[in-house]
């Protein structure tokens, strides 16, 4: 099963080697017809601290990390 690849922006670098991004998502609602906006965060896996608040980034899924962490950064 290929990996889920998410793009959003970095709301906070404050730990070391961890960003957290806010990924939103929309859709059209079902029975209202309007367009909504959700967002939810991921923290991934920066191992040498290069984003910053604000960045544009994509993640990927990988293997847990640690108890929060599951996504990584891609770099390119």
């Not at 957290?20 to 920066?46: G, M, N, Q, W």
Request: charged content about 30%.
């Amino acid at each position: 099963m290929p990996k889920r690849i998410l793009s959003g922006t970095v709301t906070s670098d404050a730990n070391l080697q961890t960003v957290t991004v806010s990924v939103e998502r929309r859709f059209t609602h079902p029975v209202l017809k309007k367009t909504i906006r959700k967002s939810k965060k991921y923290r991934a896996h920066d191992p040498e601290n290069t984003f910053k608040t604000g960045d544009k980034i994509r993640i990927q899924e990988c293997a847990p990390i640690s108890k929060t962490k599951r996504w990584e950064v891609i770099v390119g």
